[in-house]
Protein backbone atom coordinates (compact mmCIF):
# COMPACT_ATOMS: atom_id res chain seq x y z
CA UNK A 1 0.00 0.00 0.00
CA UNK A 2 2.71 2.51 0.65
CA UNK A 3 4.34 1.81 -2.66
CA UNK A 4 1.75 3.64 -4.87
CA UNK A 5 2.04 7.82 -4.27
CA UNK A 6 -1.26 9.15 -3.68
CA UNK A 7 -2.63 12.73 -6.18
CA UNK A 8 -3.05 15.89 -4.23
CA UNK A 9 -6.72 16.38 -2.83
CA UNK A 10 -8.50 19.01 -1.37
CA UNK A 11 -8.96 17.49 2.16
CA UNK A 12 -5.92 17.60 4.26
CA UNK A 13 -5.88 15.93 7.65
CA UNK A 14 -3.83 17.23 10.40
CA UNK A 15 -2.63 15.62 13.45
CA UNK A 16 -2.32 11.70 12.05
CA UNK A 17 1.08 11.80 10.80
CA UNK A 18 2.59 10.06 13.87
CA UNK A 19 0.94 7.62 16.70
CA UNK A 20 1.12 8.01 20.64
CA UNK A 21 4.28 5.87 22.36
CA UNK A 22 2.92 3.71 24.94
CA UNK A 23 4.74 3.87 28.40
CA UNK A 24 4.66 1.10 30.45
CA UNK A 25 6.26 2.70 32.98
CA UNK A 26 3.12 4.68 34.17
CA UNK A 27 0.92 2.04 34.47
CA UNK A 28 1.79 1.02 38.17
CA UNK A 29 3.63 -1.46 39.88
CA UNK A 30 2.88 -5.25 38.54
CA UNK A 31 1.35 -3.52 34.92
CA UNK A 32 5.09 -5.42 33.28
CA UNK A 33 3.71 -8.74 34.49
CA UNK A 34 -0.03 -8.32 33.52
CA UNK A 35 0.47 -6.18 30.46
CA UNK A 36 3.50 -6.90 28.51
CA UNK A 37 2.25 -8.47 25.63
CA UNK A 38 -0.19 -5.30 25.19
CA UNK A 39 2.72 -2.90 25.19
CA UNK A 40 4.44 -5.61 22.61
CA UNK A 41 1.67 -5.59 20.42
CA UNK A 42 1.49 -1.56 20.69
CA UNK A 43 5.15 -1.17 19.77
CA UNK A 44 4.50 -3.18 16.77
CA UNK A 45 1.57 -1.78 15.40
CA UNK A 46 3.40 2.18 16.31
CA UNK A 47 6.21 0.61 14.22
CA UNK A 48 4.36 -0.43 11.25
CA UNK A 49 2.40 2.32 11.28
CA UNK A 50 5.42 4.26 11.02
CA UNK A 51 6.81 2.01 8.12
CA UNK A 52 3.35 3.14 6.14
CA UNK A 53 1.91 -0.88 6.87
CA UNK A 54 -1.09 -0.15 8.20
CA UNK A 55 -3.01 -2.86 8.16
CA UNK A 56 -0.91 -4.70 10.12
CA UNK A 57 -0.67 -1.67 12.77
CA UNK A 58 -4.30 -1.89 12.63
CA UNK A 59 -3.74 -5.70 13.50
CA UNK A 60 -1.28 -5.32 15.95
CA UNK A 61 -3.33 -2.57 17.74
CA UNK A 62 -6.40 -4.82 17.98
CA UNK A 63 -4.96 -7.69 19.70
CA UNK A 64 -3.64 -4.89 21.90
CA UNK A 65 -7.57 -3.83 22.18
CA UNK A 66 -8.54 -6.83 23.06
CA UNK A 67 -6.34 -7.65 25.68
CA UNK A 68 -7.08 -4.09 27.85
CA UNK A 69 -10.20 -2.84 26.19
CA UNK A 70 -10.84 0.85 26.70
CA UNK A 71 -7.30 1.85 26.72
CA UNK A 72 -6.83 5.26 25.45
CA UNK A 73 -3.88 5.26 23.30
CA UNK A 74 -4.83 2.21 21.57
CA UNK A 75 -7.88 3.32 20.80
CA UNK A 76 -6.15 6.95 19.24
CA UNK A 77 -3.42 4.99 17.38
CA UNK A 78 -5.69 2.36 16.04
CA UNK A 79 -8.06 5.38 15.06
CA UNK A 80 -5.21 6.94 13.45
CA UNK A 81 -4.38 4.11 11.23
CA UNK A 82 -8.22 3.81 10.15
CA UNK A 83 -7.68 7.17 8.77
CA UNK A 84 -4.75 6.64 6.96
CA UNK A 85 -5.65 3.91 5.02
CA UNK A 86 -8.91 6.05 4.81
CA UNK A 87 -6.94 9.08 3.14
CA UNK A 88 -5.32 6.60 1.16
CA UNK A 89 -8.21 5.04 -0.29
CA UNK A 90 -9.59 8.55 -1.39
CA UNK A 91 -6.51 9.79 -2.63
CA UNK A 92 -6.39 6.87 -5.02
CA UNK A 93 -6.12 7.71 -8.54
CA UNK A 94 -9.23 5.88 -10.83
CA UNK A 95 -6.31 4.45 -12.98
CA UNK A 96 -4.69 3.11 -10.38
CA UNK A 97 -7.37 1.55 -9.01
CA UNK A 98 -8.77 -0.09 -12.08
CA UNK A 99 -5.14 -1.42 -12.97
CA UNK A 100 -4.52 -2.68 -9.55
CA UNK A 101 -6.92 -3.64 -7.50
CA UNK A 102 -7.39 -3.65 -3.66
CA UNK A 103 -9.32 -6.20 -1.66
CA UNK A 104 -10.87 -5.03 1.61
CA UNK A 105 -13.21 -2.31 3.42
CA UNK A 106 -13.90 0.45 1.70
CA UNK A 107 -13.08 4.45 2.59
CA UNK A 108 -16.08 5.07 3.79
CA UNK A 109 -16.54 1.90 6.41
CA UNK A 110 -12.62 2.51 7.60
CA UNK A 111 -13.73 6.33 8.41
CA UNK A 112 -16.63 5.03 10.33
CA UNK A 113 -15.19 2.89 12.43
CA UNK A 114 -12.23 5.42 12.97
CA UNK A 115 -14.89 8.14 14.63
CA UNK A 116 -16.26 5.10 16.37
CA UNK A 117 -12.95 4.52 18.11
CA UNK A 118 -12.68 8.54 18.48
CA UNK A 119 -15.82 8.61 20.16
CA UNK A 120 -14.63 5.87 22.66
CA UNK A 121 -11.66 8.05 23.34
CA UNK A 122 -13.64 11.19 23.67
CA UNK A 123 -15.94 9.59 26.21
CA UNK A 124 -12.56 8.37 28.26
CA UNK A 125 -11.08 11.08 28.10
CA UNK A 126 -12.97 14.52 26.99
CA UNK A 127 -10.54 17.03 27.96
CA UNK A 128 -7.79 15.76 26.04
CA UNK A 129 -7.13 17.47 22.40
CA UNK A 130 -6.45 14.55 20.49
CA UNK A 131 -9.95 13.09 20.95
CA UNK A 132 -10.93 16.48 19.24
CA UNK A 133 -8.45 15.78 16.61
CA UNK A 134 -9.36 12.91 15.38
CA UNK A 135 -13.18 12.84 15.63
CA UNK A 136 -13.02 16.09 13.74
CA UNK A 137 -10.78 14.12 11.09
CA UNK A 138 -12.70 11.49 11.02
CA UNK A 139 -16.04 13.39 10.31
CA UNK A 140 -14.07 15.26 7.62
CA UNK A 141 -13.51 11.86 5.54
CA UNK A 142 -17.36 11.31 6.12
CA UNK A 143 -17.65 14.70 4.37
CA UNK A 144 -19.53 15.70 7.63
CA UNK A 145 -17.85 19.03 7.06
CA UNK A 146 -20.22 21.06 9.14
CA UNK A 147 -20.32 18.55 12.67
CA UNK A 148 -16.12 18.79 12.07
CA UNK A 149 -15.97 22.42 12.49
CA UNK A 150 -18.13 22.17 15.41
CA UNK A 151 -15.97 19.60 16.95
CA UNK A 152 -12.96 21.35 16.02
CA UNK A 153 -14.61 24.31 17.63
CA UNK A 154 -15.41 22.68 20.98
CA UNK A 155 -11.85 21.73 21.12
CA UNK A 156 -10.49 24.89 20.44
CA UNK A 157 -12.55 25.79 23.95
CA UNK A 158 -10.50 23.00 25.42
CA UNK A 159 -7.46 24.05 24.22
CA UNK A 160 -7.47 27.27 22.13
CA UNK A 161 -3.74 27.19 21.65
CA UNK A 162 -3.95 24.01 19.57
CA UNK A 163 -1.70 24.61 16.30
CA UNK A 164 -3.42 21.15 15.02
CA UNK A 165 -7.12 22.14 15.43
CA UNK A 166 -6.07 25.79 13.96
CA UNK A 167 -4.48 24.73 11.13
CA UNK A 168 -7.63 22.55 10.66
CA UNK A 169 -9.68 25.11 11.06
CA UNK A 170 -8.44 27.09 8.32
CA UNK A 171 -8.29 23.90 5.84
CA UNK A 172 -11.91 23.73 5.95
CA UNK A 173 -12.42 27.50 5.61
CA UNK A 174 -9.87 26.81 2.60
CA UNK A 175 -12.44 24.59 1.14
CA UNK A 176 -14.38 25.54 -1.68
CA UNK A 177 -18.04 26.51 -0.87
CA UNK A 178 -19.52 24.03 -3.09
CA UNK A 179 -18.45 20.72 -1.27
CA UNK A 180 -19.69 21.92 2.51
CA UNK A 181 -23.09 21.13 3.59
CA UNK A 182 -24.80 23.40 5.47
CA UNK A 183 -27.13 22.97 8.09
CA UNK A 184 -29.70 24.15 5.86
CA UNK A 185 -29.15 22.85 3.04
CA UNK A 186 -27.51 19.26 3.79
CA UNK A 187 -30.08 17.41 1.87
CA UNK A 188 -29.61 16.51 -1.30
CA UNK A 189 -33.18 16.49 -3.69
CA UNK A 190 -33.86 12.78 -3.98
CA UNK A 191 -34.31 12.06 -8.19
CA UNK A 192 -35.94 8.59 -9.76
CA UNK A 193 -32.50 7.64 -10.32
CA UNK A 194 -32.61 5.68 -6.82
CA UNK A 195 -35.48 4.56 -6.88
CA UNK A 196 -37.43 1.24 -7.57
CA UNK A 197 -39.22 0.91 -10.71
CA UNK A 198 -41.77 -1.90 -9.30
CA UNK A 199 -42.89 0.17 -6.18
CA UNK A 200 -41.73 3.46 -6.90
CA UNK A 201 -39.98 3.95 -3.93
CA UNK A 202 -36.31 4.33 -2.70
CA UNK A 203 -34.33 1.06 -3.64
CA UNK A 204 -34.49 -1.02 -0.39
CA UNK A 205 -31.84 -3.87 -0.29
CA UNK A 206 -31.10 -3.48 -3.72
CA UNK A 207 -30.28 -6.72 -6.12
CA UNK A 208 -28.77 -5.53 -9.48
CA UNK A 209 -29.60 -8.48 -12.16
CA UNK A 210 -27.13 -10.18 -14.17
CA UNK A 211 -29.14 -7.51 -16.86
CA UNK A 212 -28.23 -4.77 -15.09
CA UNK A 213 -31.31 -3.50 -14.02
CA UNK A 214 -31.97 -2.95 -10.27
CA UNK A 215 -34.70 -3.28 -8.05
CA UNK A 216 -35.63 -3.80 -4.18
CA UNK A 217 -35.13 -7.14 -3.21
CA UNK A 218 -38.41 -8.02 -1.96
CA UNK A 219 -39.93 -6.28 -5.22
CA UNK A 220 -38.07 -8.40 -7.34
CA UNK A 221 -38.67 -12.05 -5.93
CA UNK A 222 -42.53 -10.76 -5.73
CA UNK A 223 -42.67 -10.05 -9.49
CA UNK A 224 -40.46 -13.17 -9.84
CA UNK A 225 -43.23 -15.35 -8.21
CA UNK A 226 -45.27 -15.15 -11.60
CA UNK A 227 -42.18 -15.32 -13.81
CA UNK A 228 -38.58 -15.48 -13.87
CA UNK A 229 -38.02 -12.54 -16.25
CA UNK A 230 -36.35 -9.20 -15.27
CA UNK A 231 -39.52 -6.73 -15.36
CA UNK A 232 -38.00 -4.69 -17.33
CA UNK A 233 -36.01 -6.23 -20.39
CA UNK A 234 -37.70 -9.85 -19.99
CA UNK A 235 -34.24 -11.40 -19.48
CA UNK A 236 -34.42 -15.09 -18.24
CA UNK A 237 -32.89 -14.32 -14.42
CA UNK A 238 -31.82 -17.92 -12.69
CA UNK A 239 -31.72 -16.36 -9.22
CA UNK A 240 -33.00 -17.35 -5.94
CA UNK A 241 -33.42 -15.57 -2.75
CA UNK A 242 -31.14 -18.10 -0.86
CA UNK A 243 -28.65 -17.39 -3.27
CA UNK A 244 -28.88 -13.87 -4.31
CA UNK A 245 -27.50 -11.25 -2.16
CA UNK A 246 -27.97 -7.51 -2.54
CA UNK A 247 -25.16 -4.95 -4.46
CA UNK A 248 -23.63 -3.31 -0.56
CA UNK A 249 -22.12 -0.88 -3.31
CA UNK A 250 -25.16 0.86 -3.94
CA UNK A 251 -26.97 0.12 -0.58
CA UNK A 252 -24.23 2.15 1.33
CA UNK A 253 -24.52 5.03 -1.69
CA UNK A 254 -28.22 5.20 -0.69
CA UNK A 255 -27.88 4.79 3.09
CA UNK A 256 -25.41 7.79 2.89
CA UNK A 257 -27.16 10.32 1.07
CA UNK A 258 -30.52 9.41 1.85
CA UNK A 259 -30.65 8.42 5.70
CA UNK A 260 -33.40 9.61 6.27
CA UNK A 261 -35.45 8.49 3.99
CA UNK A 262 -33.68 4.38 3.76
CA UNK A 263 -34.49 4.79 7.70
CA UNK A 264 -38.06 5.08 6.65
CA UNK A 265 -38.30 2.11 4.26
CA UNK A 266 -36.30 -0.23 7.02
CA UNK A 267 -39.05 0.84 9.04
CA UNK A 268 -41.57 -0.11 6.39
CA UNK A 269 -40.16 -3.42 5.42
CA UNK A 270 -39.64 -4.43 9.19
CA UNK A 271 -43.95 -3.79 9.68
CA UNK A 272 -44.10 -6.27 6.80
CA UNK A 273 -42.30 -8.99 8.11
CA UNK A 274 -42.34 -8.10 12.24
CA UNK A 275 -45.78 -8.29 13.24
CA UNK A 276 -45.39 -7.55 16.75
CA UNK A 277 -45.81 -9.10 19.78
CA UNK A 278 -49.70 -8.85 19.74
CA UNK A 279 -50.14 -9.27 15.59
CA UNK A 280 -49.81 -12.38 13.52
CA UNK A 281 -50.26 -12.94 9.95
CA UNK A 282 -53.36 -15.09 9.50
CA UNK A 283 -53.62 -18.12 6.92
CA UNK A 284 -57.39 -18.53 5.68
CA UNK A 285 -57.54 -21.91 4.55
CA UNK A 286 -58.16 -24.68 6.93
CA UNK A 287 -58.06 -25.77 10.46
CA UNK A 288 -54.81 -27.06 12.26
CA UNK A 289 -54.82 -28.91 15.42
CA UNK A 290 -51.95 -28.61 17.92
CA UNK A 291 -49.75 -31.57 17.63
CA UNK A 292 -50.55 -32.10 14.12
CA UNK A 293 -48.24 -31.55 10.91
CA UNK A 294 -49.75 -30.10 8.25
CA UNK A 295 -47.81 -29.84 4.32
CA UNK A 296 -48.99 -26.76 2.19
CA UNK A 297 -48.59 -26.67 -1.59
CA UNK A 298 -48.14 -22.63 -2.53
CA UNK A 299 -48.49 -22.06 -6.06
CA UNK A 300 -50.34 -18.68 -5.92
CA UNK A 301 -48.25 -15.50 -5.86
CA UNK A 302 -49.90 -14.08 -3.36
CA UNK A 303 -49.39 -16.67 -1.32
CA UNK A 304 -46.02 -17.23 -2.14
CA UNK A 305 -45.17 -13.51 -0.87
CA UNK A 306 -46.73 -14.20 2.42
CA UNK A 307 -44.91 -17.29 3.25
CA UNK A 308 -41.57 -15.81 2.03
CA UNK A 309 -42.12 -12.53 4.45
CA UNK A 310 -43.03 -15.07 7.26
CA UNK A 311 -40.01 -17.34 6.88
CA UNK A 312 -38.16 -13.65 6.76
CA UNK A 313 -39.75 -12.89 9.80
CA UNK A 314 -40.09 -15.74 12.91
CA UNK A 315 -41.71 -18.17 10.66
CA UNK A 316 -45.15 -18.08 12.17
CA UNK A 317 -48.67 -17.64 11.26
CA UNK A 318 -52.29 -18.57 11.92
CA UNK A 319 -54.25 -21.24 9.99
CA UNK A 320 -58.03 -19.94 10.19
CA UNK A 321 -60.96 -21.29 8.51
CA UNK A 322 -64.48 -19.13 7.41
CA UNK A 323 -67.15 -20.59 9.85
CA UNK A 324 -69.51 -22.19 7.67
CA UNK A 325 -72.33 -21.13 9.79
CA UNK A 326 -71.85 -17.53 9.78
CA UNK A 327 -69.41 -17.26 6.63
CA UNK A 328 -66.76 -15.35 8.63
CA UNK A 329 -63.40 -15.92 10.18
CA UNK A 330 -63.80 -18.28 12.74
CA UNK A 331 -63.16 -17.46 16.31
CA UNK A 332 -60.73 -20.13 16.50
CA UNK A 333 -57.11 -20.77 15.34
CA UNK A 334 -54.05 -22.36 15.90
CA UNK A 335 -50.78 -20.66 15.61
CA UNK A 336 -48.12 -23.04 13.64
CA UNK A 337 -44.64 -22.72 12.31
CA UNK A 338 -43.27 -23.40 9.39
CA UNK A 339 -40.42 -25.77 9.58
CA UNK A 340 -39.38 -27.20 6.54
CA UNK A 341 -39.40 -25.07 3.10
CA UNK A 342 -38.56 -26.75 0.05
CA UNK A 343 -38.94 -23.86 -3.75
CA UNK A 344 -39.56 -25.26 -7.01
CA UNK A 345 -37.27 -27.41 -8.44
CA UNK A 346 -37.01 -29.84 -5.37
CA UNK A 347 -38.24 -32.39 -6.45
CA UNK A 348 -37.24 -36.17 -6.43
CA UNK A 349 -38.22 -38.98 -9.38
CA UNK A 350 -39.03 -42.98 -7.91
CA UNK A 351 -41.10 -45.39 -8.59
CA UNK A 352 -44.54 -44.60 -7.91
CA UNK A 353 -45.21 -47.85 -5.86
CA UNK A 354 -41.91 -47.30 -3.81
CA UNK A 355 -42.51 -43.57 -3.00
CA UNK A 356 -46.32 -44.48 -2.14
CA UNK A 357 -44.82 -46.59 0.78
CA UNK A 358 -42.40 -44.47 2.04
CA UNK A 359 -44.70 -41.40 2.33
CA UNK A 360 -46.88 -44.04 4.57
CA UNK A 361 -43.96 -45.14 6.54
CA UNK A 362 -42.76 -41.41 7.25
CA UNK A 363 -46.66 -40.78 8.16
CA UNK A 364 -46.22 -43.51 10.90
CA UNK A 365 -43.26 -42.26 12.00
CA UNK A 366 -44.21 -38.49 12.21
CA UNK A 367 -47.57 -39.85 14.14
CA UNK A 368 -45.22 -41.60 16.85
CA UNK A 369 -42.79 -39.56 17.19
CA UNK A 370 -45.04 -36.47 18.13
CA UNK A 371 -46.82 -38.62 20.61
CA UNK A 372 -46.42 -37.00 23.93
CA UNK A 373 -46.35 -38.07 27.18
CA UNK A 374 -49.71 -39.22 28.73
CA UNK A 375 -48.91 -37.39 31.84
CA UNK A 376 -49.60 -34.10 30.08
CA UNK A 377 -53.12 -34.68 29.16
CA UNK A 378 -53.79 -31.80 27.54
CA UNK A 379 -51.11 -31.82 24.42
CA UNK A 380 -52.21 -36.10 24.32
CA UNK A 381 -55.75 -35.20 23.60
CA UNK A 382 -54.91 -33.05 20.71
CA UNK A 383 -52.34 -35.55 18.93
CA UNK A 384 -55.06 -38.08 20.19
CA UNK A 385 -57.49 -35.74 17.62
CA UNK A 386 -54.49 -35.87 15.20
CA UNK A 387 -54.91 -39.56 14.50
CA UNK A 388 -58.33 -39.44 12.34
CA UNK A 389 -59.30 -37.58 9.48
CA UNK A 390 -61.85 -35.18 10.04
CA UNK A 391 -63.52 -32.72 8.30
CA UNK A 392 -62.86 -28.99 9.22
CA UNK A 393 -65.90 -28.35 10.51
CA UNK A 394 -65.15 -31.35 13.04
CA UNK A 395 -61.54 -30.02 13.62
CA UNK A 396 -63.07 -26.76 14.48
CA UNK A 397 -65.39 -28.26 16.91
CA UNK A 398 -62.22 -29.83 18.92
CA UNK A 399 -60.34 -26.17 19.01
CA UNK A 400 -63.63 -24.86 20.24
CA UNK A 401 -63.76 -27.81 23.63
CA UNK A 402 -62.35 -26.68 26.26
CA UNK A 403 -62.67 -29.66 28.10
CA UNK A 404 -59.18 -32.29 27.94
CA UNK A 405 -61.68 -35.33 28.95
CA UNK A 406 -64.32 -34.38 26.67
CA UNK A 407 -61.36 -33.35 23.89
CA UNK A 408 -60.29 -36.93 24.28
CA UNK A 409 -63.91 -38.48 24.42
CA UNK A 410 -64.52 -37.17 21.30
CA UNK A 411 -61.22 -38.43 19.72
CA UNK A 412 -61.35 -41.78 20.65
CA UNK A 413 -65.13 -41.48 18.83
CA UNK A 414 -63.93 -40.72 16.11
CA UNK A 415 -61.03 -43.13 15.65
CA UNK A 416 -63.44 -46.02 16.47
CA UNK A 417 -65.28 -44.76 13.84
CA UNK A 418 -62.78 -45.02 11.28
CA UNK A 419 -61.06 -47.78 12.55
CA UNK A 420 -63.82 -50.14 14.11
CA UNK A 421 -62.51 -52.09 17.19
CA UNK A 422 -59.35 -50.07 17.66
CA UNK A 423 -58.33 -48.99 21.13
CA UNK A 424 -55.84 -46.81 22.74
CA UNK A 425 -53.59 -48.49 25.36
Known amino acids: MSGETAPSSGIILEGIDDVEDYVWANEGVGFWDRYRHV ?6 GNQAFRENRFEEAINNYTRASNMKPGDPIILGNRSAAYMRISLFLKHRSPTASEYRPLSGLDMTTL ?25 ANALILLERYENARDIILSGLQVDPSSNILQASLRNLERMPSSLIWTRGHDRLERTDDFDCTLCLKLLYEPITTPCGHSFCRSCLFQTMDRSNKCPLCRTVLFISPRTCAISVTLNNIIQRIFPQEYAERRSEQDSLINFGNDLIPLFVMDVVIPCQKFPLHIFEPRYRLMVRRIMEGNHRMGMVIRDPATDAIADFACEVEITELKVDGDFASSDPGIKMDRRKLEAIYNVEAMMPNPQDPERFSFWLATLSNRRPSERLELLRIRDTAERIRRGLIYLGAESPGCRVQ
Open 39 to 44: YDHVEN
Open 111 to 135: AELALKDAEKLMSLQNDAVRSYILK
